[in-house]
Nanobody
Framework: QVQVVESGGGLVQAGGSLRLSCAASGSFFTINAMGWYRQAPGKQRELVAT???????NYTDSVKGRFTISSDNNKNTMYLQMNSLKPEDTAVYYC?????????????WGQGTQVTVSS
């Protein structure tokens, strides 16, 4: 079993910053990829940023230059530093982790953390 837990959401004024964390734990060999997604009210879940198995991080255009994704492989933890936040960044942010275990690569989601940016 694999557990994925996000933390760090909250209420912030426009122009402010927040740092989200995502920790993966449980029974697996390695983390294959990690990513942040978000879902605003009435909208579909969208990709925010990912750390793929190879190559550098990827960002959706709307957060480029403002958000930074990073990871600490020793701690199986991923972060999302969000600067210059805008009201349109308001959403529930979800962490997705793809891990390699005895059954191959499987994907797991966290429960989500609310980010609210006031104007």
């Amino acid at each position: 079993q694999v557990q994925v837990v996000e933390s760090g959401g909250g209420l912030v004024q426009a122009g402010g910053s927040l740092r989200l964390s995502c920790a993966a734990s449980g029974s697996f060999f390695t983390i294959n990829a990690m990513g942040w997604y978000r879902q605003a009210p009435g909208k579909q879940r969208e990709l925010v940023a990912t750390i793929p198995p190879t190559g550098g991080p990827n960002y959706t255009d709307s957060v480029k230059g403002r958000f930074t994704i990073s990871s600490d492989n020793n701690k199986n933890t991923m972060y999302l530093q969000m600067n210059s936040l805008k009201p349109e960044d308001t959403a529930v942010y979800y962490c997705n982790v793809k891990v390699r275990g005895t059954a191959g690569i499987r994907s797991y989601w966290g429960q989500g953390t609310q980010v609210t940016v006031s104007s």
